[in-house]
């Protein structure tokens, strides 16, 4: 059973990079993912925003 802190090493090396700013983006866009199927017409917009700036993040 892995611990719950137990992370990848790219994932570390990933966020490790990231600002603090982008940090705090990618825990808005898991937010999103997760409050997205309770409700979906109120995060649509905000999910397609999300998508972009998982593209830029990745990019």
Same mark, same amino acid.
């Given at each position: 059973?892995? /611990? !719950?802190?137990?992370? !990848? =090493?790219? @994932?570390?090396?990933?966020?490790? *990079? @990231? $600002?603090?700013? $982008? *940090?705090? %983006?990618?825990? =808005?866009?898991? #937010? #999103?993912?997760? %409050? #997205? !199927?309770? /409700? !979906? =017409?109120r995060v649509a917009v905000d999910w397609f925003?999300?998508?972009?700036?998982?593209? $830029?993040?990745?990019?």
């Amino acid at each position: 059973m892995l /611990s !719950p802190m137990r992370i !990848p =090493s790219w @994932l570390f090396h990933r966020t490790h *990079l @990231l $600002s603090l700013r $982008s *940090l705090l %983006l990618i825990i =808005s866009i898991l #937010y #999103y993912t997760i %409050l #997205y !199927p309770f /409700s !979906p =017409s109120r995060v649509a917009v905000d999910w397609f925003d999300c998508q972009i700036i998982i593209i $830029s993040v990745i990019m």
